[in-house]
């Protein structure tokens, strides 16, 4: 049962900070060759004790490393993993109120066996794990969705030489995450986070053209989906937290995806086996609070109330009434409070200065101190 494992911290972090020039400048060394990789990561290190002591001044219980490390939320993650390449950019439409970002991300394809030969995100835990247990809080490793490396091209981004019958590729996939989690447990990992687009992108009608271009049906998609992300969580350590991040997508304070989560919420929320959602909800595209209804009796729902998109704070008595509502669904005793997503899921970051941002953590504390106390 997640809950005693996981109830003392009503306040999360879903996980990306903004960078500080100090990262950018060292990156930018880097590119030109100024700055080795390893001079890099020792920049980048610091930095990261920085984030911890951010979060801890903030009132957190737990800490990221804001994924100081990482240029992209999911790409250096995904890269290192053996059988998988890139192709051109995905053209994707990001909307912010003002109107369209256009951005690329690029498509993972599948061109050989899909193994896991090094680690993932293990150097980046081997960073936060002695700073965090310095601070006094719980280090959570983010991870992206196994679900990344087949969304963005499908079966036909599968190498059919490598995986002549597609049940081994899902089978080699979850492997790799499976391999991956164990080894950030026993390093020490007990809290470990996926990052999920894809599960709220079906929620969008605007992207089933996609998902019927690369020859799946939304609804059966999510169904195997949910088989691959239960292959990657089965047979976990009973000390050991499984979150999910449900993300629309989050680019320089823009999003990709719009939709409440009731296409999903079934099969998500009641059949995924997964202890904590972060969820989205702050603002009205992401719908009511009525797919809280599948949420499992086992499962905690943190709620995304609190935007990492824009710089204006949020009323605290706005966000208690939001909670009251939530509650009539789920009972207060299975929720939190969180940002609705990192603040730099990319690297350039969202449209806040670093004391906006600590200004929407302090905000997520101090609610839940008067909530639950």
């Known amino acids: 049962m997640p809950g005693p494992k996981y109830l003392p911290m009503r306040a999360d972090i879903v996980g990306s900070l903004l960078r500080p020039d100090t990262i950018h400048q060292a990156r930018a060394k880097h590119a030109s060759g100024q700055m080795t990789r390893e001079e890099l990561w020792k920049v980048e290190t610091g930095c990261v004790a920085d984030a911890v002591a951010l979060q801890k001044e903030c009132g957190l219980k737990v800490a990221t490393d804001g994924e100081y490390h990482r240029r992209h939320w999911f790409m250096d993650f995904v890269e290192r993993i053996d059988g998988v390449g890139f192709g051109g950019g995905l053209p994707t439409k990001f909307q912010t109120e003002e109107g369209v970002i256009e951005f690329a991300p690029p498509k993972v394809m599948t061109v050989g066996k899909l193994k896991r030969t090094k680690p993932l995100a293990g150097a980046d835990f081997a960073d936060l794990k002695p700073l965090a247990d310095k601070a006094g809080l719980i280090p959570k490793q983010a991870i992206p969705s196994p679900t990344l490396v087949h969304f963005r091209t499908g079966d036909p981004g599968v190498d059919k030489k490598a995986y002549p019958d597609i049940t081994e590729y899902y089978h080699d996939l979850a492997q790799v995450y499976r391999d991956e989690i164990k080894a950030l447990y026993d390093a020490g990992c007990r809290y470990i986070q996926i990052d999920e687009t894809n599960y709220p992108f079906l929620c969008d009608p605007k992207m089933h053209d996609h998902v019927r271009s690369i020859g799946e049906d939304p609804k059966q998609l999510q169904v195997k989906y949910r088989d691959l992300l239960n292959a990657v969580t089965k047979d976990r350590p009973n000390d050991l937290i499984i979150a999910m991040h449900m993300c629309r997508g989050n680019h320089e304070s823009a999003w990709a995806a719009a939709g409440g989560y009731e296409f999903v919420a079934e099969v998500a929320f009641g059949q995924l086996d997964i202890d904590v959602f972060f969820l989205e909800f702050d603002t ?68 806040l200065t670093v004391d906006q941002e600590k200004a929407k953590i302090r905000l997520c504390v101090d609610v839940a101190h008067d909530v639950w106390g």
């Open 284 to 351: 009205d595209r992401a719908g009511d609070f009525t797919p809280l209804r599948f949420l499992s009796p086992n499962k905690i729902a943190v709620l995304g109330l609190v935007t990492s998109k824009k710089p204006e704070l949020e009323s605290k008595d706005a966000l208690k009434k939001r909670l009251d509502e939530a509650s009539k669904l789920v009972p207060l005793d299975r929720l939190a409070i969180s940002p609705q997503c990192g603040f730099a899921s990319t690297i350039g970051g969202n449209r």
